[in-house]
């Protein structure tokens, strides 16, 4: 079950690859090219990773400032650390897993490699194409040629024996692609571990470049690393893990391409040189669009600020005048029931009202009292 779903994983791949050599004649072009149509399949998906990284890289300073806060409270740190990323549009491991995207590329490629006859060939299905394989097995060892490469590798030698000395076989065999896996004068289907042994025979161009393949993969790797880490500064605890992986990757992609075959190097190679440019390119766009988004950002949040300032003057400059109107009505009524009061109490104490005779209140004159000659007496 699982190795016909590899099968069918590897058939796009394996269709792409037998495009390009059919265009080109040349294996190692054919790796090239299908190295730079992968990346450009992906390039959306990476653009779009490649922003989140830049942004949360300059956001890496306020990130570290939330740890601290909170550092004795993981709970809380881990609900604003969301908050924070929710806010900013962040996706953290948004950049790890497209940088993992090239691993099962690798190892459909490597299938692809390894088995041409099943997979780069396409005689319609993978059962098909191991019957081919047995036939061809068959006609070699009938034909007295033993097999000298090991079963991972077999396909490779039996394609090469029936290419050299079958040709009516390739004729009975519609789909059979006659391949040269040499680049550069180099062997593709060799393992540069395997060149260190051969040294001691003489040094050539083909051993030294097998011996290369896996160093400039490493040295590639290490600089797309490097180009990376410039562009996504961290700060803390990511700062060690990011100086880890710049070590890491580019041993691995050293280790790898020095245990197979000379074609997953130039892989390598192709996928680090494409990368590296893709990096110094879209690193360098996104830095500027996101400066120029949070510039924006700033200048609508300081005219929103301003804006809530005037709105908040406004108000309180209405609240001073209903305020002060207020108190001017409060003063005109106090005003108004002291005249009052002061009207009665004068009224109270006036001659008037002691004059009064019916309708006449100055019948007995302004002065006029009852007991004013009382006290007199």
Not at 148 to 169: G, L, R, V
Not at 203 to 211: A, D, E, P, R
Not at 276 to 284: M, W
Request: glycine share 6%; hydrophobic share 45%.
């Amino acid at each position: 079950m699982f190795s016909t779903i590899g099968y069918y994983i590897c058939v796009p791949f394996a269709a792409l690859m037998r495009l390009f050599y059919n265009l080109t004649g040349s294996y190692g072009v054919a790796i090239i090219l299908f190295t730079l149509v992968i990346k450009l399949i992906l390039l959306p998906f990476q653009m779009k990773s490649k922003k989140s990284m830049v942004r949360m890289s300059r956001m890496s300073g306020k990130i570290e400032e939330i740890r601290k806060k909170y550092a004795n409270n993981q709970a809380k740190m881990n609900e604003e650390m969301q908050r924070f990323y929710m806010e900013e549009g962040i996706s953290p491991m948004s950049g790890c897993l497209w940088s993992f995207i090239p691993f099962p590329i690798l190892l459909a490629l490597y299938y692809i490699i390894r088995e041409p006859i099943v997979y780069f060939m396409n005689f319609g299905g993978r059962e098909a194409g191991l019957a081919v394989v047995e036939a061809a097995k068959e006609l070699i060892q009938g034909a007295g040629i033993e097999l000298t490469t090991n079963a991972a590798y077999e396909q490779i030698e039996i394609a090469n024996i029936i290419n050299s000395q079958f040709p009516d076989f390739i004729a009975q065999h519609e789909g059979w692609v006659n391949v040269n896996y040499h680049f550069l004068n180099i062997d593709l289907t060799a393992q540069p571990s395997s060149a260190f042994g051969q040294l001691s025979s003489g040094v050539s161009w083909t051993l030294i470049g097998l011996i290369l393949i896996p160093i400039i993969s490493g040295a590639l790797s290490f600089l797309l690393s490097k180009i990376s880490m410039s562009q996504n500064k961290v700060e803390g605890s990511a700062a060690a893990t990011s100086k880890t992986m710049m070590w890491l990757m580019p041993l691995m992609s050293i280790y790898i391409a020095f245990i197979m075959p000379a074609a997953l190097g130039v892989y390598w190679i192709a996928q680090s040189a494409f990368s590296i440019i893709q990096e110094a390119v879209l690193g360098k766009f996104y830095t500027n669009k996101l400066q120029s988004e949070e510039e924006a950002r700033y200048q609508a949040r300081e005219a929103d600020r301003k804006r809530r300032m005037e709105e908040a003057k406004v108000r309180q400059e209405q609240q001073r005048q209903q305020t002060a109107q207020k108190q001017s009505l409060k003063d005109k009524r106090r005003a108004a029931q002291e005249a009052k009061a002061a009207k009665a109490k004068k009224a109270a104490t006036s001659t008037t009202e002691a004059g009064r005779v019916g309708d006449r209140p100055y019948a007995r004159g302004r002065s006029y009292r009852e007991d004013r000659y009382d006290s007199e007496q």
